[in-house]
Nanobody
Framework: QVQLVEAGGGLVEAGDSLRLSCVVA????????MAWFRQAPGKEHEFVAG????????RYADVVKGRFTISRDNARNVMYLEMNSLKPEDTAKYYC?????????????????WGQGTQVTVSS
């Protein structure tokens, strides 16, 4: 069983920064790709960023490109999302996801394992 636990959310002002983390526990396939999704109230899950196991392949949603950076530390089983220049429209619950495949997927159904999420609220 794979468990994902997110942390680092909070209430910030527009222009501020936050760093989210996702700790992975349990049995995993060493080449799993991981990603961050988010869900705002009344909306579907939205792909934010994804990273391959090696860390050298990443993908970003256009709305966060240049502001967010995804990274992972496989030795510590942790993935991060550095979020800069936050905007009110970034307000959402952010979820960590992992898939049993090497390539980054951008659809919710691409991922088998999910965390419980961490809330990020950006005030204007």
């Amino acid at each position: 069983q794979v468990q994902l636990v997110e942390a680092g959310g909070g209430l910030v002002e527009a222009g501020d920064s936050l760093r989210l983390s996702c700790v992975v526990a349990g049995r995993t396939y060493d080449r799993d790709a991981m990603a961050w999704f988010r869900q705002a109230p009344g909306k579907e899950h939205e792909f934010v960023a994804g990273i391959a196991w090696s860390g050298d392949s990443t993908r970003y949603a256009d709305v966060v490109k240049g502001r967010f950076t995804i990274s992972r530390d496989n030795a510590r089983n942790v993935m991060y999302l550095e979020m800069n220049s936050l905007k009110p429209e970034d307000t959402a619950k952010y979820y960590c996801a992992r898939r049993r495949a090497t390539l980054v997927g951008v659809q919710k159904q691409d991922y088998e394992y999910w965390g419980q999420g961490t809330q990020v609220t950006v005030s204007s």
